[in-house]
């Protein structure tokens, strides 16, 4: 009796926690966004139009220092280098985070509303069920780094397995990644936070040198074949191994307080983005 007492004070202290952190969240995105509207207030009477510069500027600044890594490489990366789209899409990062929860950057699949487990949990086993003939697919496949896409951005492009081509409510992206041996890609950041990225390793890789770090955190996917996080942090994949790996590739709708307007704005996005595949995986074979 004692023991399920203390379980559910336990319960009951974690449920307090939860909802102090969540007001609090609240609270910080109420004063930045006071903060953004006054900021461009003062540099127009400053600067007319040209106050969208110094304000740009800002959701920036404010956009990459979400980073736990932060350092001079990395203000670089994201203003200069490979991160310059998700500094160009910064302004809408920032509403998405203002409309959203809590970011927590990575996530475990319990984080999520029901609502998107229920959608990730189906998705996962039906890339459990179509494993070989996904394999089989690839089997022409000579290049290092490989993709194939079944949907893109609500859009299907491949109808070999139909049940990837049905419609989600909240998965909107549907791929799939295959890295050879000892390969790996670029540090780079994803461009939207409109969505979180989910990848699943369907072919159980054996051994710990495939892995992606994400952040300053390391998943390693013969521990943890599931890693939800948000890909406009900095990420990095690898395989080191001598085994090829397959990883499914997958954006699902960034739960929010106004889901509807979300999948609005991603609609509008995607249709926007849909001719851009070649763009954003320039480096990669398409299948």
Known sequence: MYTKLK????????????????QMYIILKFFL?????????????????????????????????????????????????????TFALSPLNLLADLLSFQNLHTFKIENLPISHQNEINQIIKLFDENKKQIEDRFQSAKDN?????????????????????????????IGVSLFREKTSTSRHFGPMRLTFRILYNFNKVKKTGSYIEADG?????????LFIFDDTLIHQSFNEEDDIR????????????????????????????????????????MI
């Not at 379980?7 to 969540?22: A, D, L």
């Not at 600067?47 to 404010?62: E, H, K, S, V």
């Not at 979300?262 to 595949?277: D, E, P, Q, Y």
């Open 33 to 85: 966004t006071l903060f953004l509207i006054t900021s461009y207030i003062f540099f127009h009477s400053l600067f007319g139009l040209f106050a969208l510069i110094p304000f740009w500027f800002i959701c920036g600044l404010i956009d990459v220092s979400r980073h736990k890594t932060m350092n001079l490489k990395l203000l670089k990366e994201y203003f200069v280098g490979k991160g310059i789209l």
């Open 145 to 173: 780094r490989n993709m194939l896409f079944y949907k893109w951005y609500g859009k299907n492009l491949d109808e070999s397995i139909p049940e990837f081509n049905q419609s989600f409510n909240y998965i909107k992206t």
């Open 217 to 225: 955190i390391n998943n390693i996917w013969k521990k943890s074949p």
């Open 246 to 285: 397959y990883c499914a590739f997958i954006d699902i709708v960034r739960p929010s307080h106004l889901n509807h307007i979300m999948i609005f704005l991603l609609s509008a996005v995607g249709f926007l983005l849909k001719k851009t595949r070649g763009i954003f995986y320039k480096n990669w074979k």
């Open 7 to 22: 379980v559910e004070h336990n319960k009951f202290i974690i449920n307090v926690y939860i909802n102090i952190v969540e």
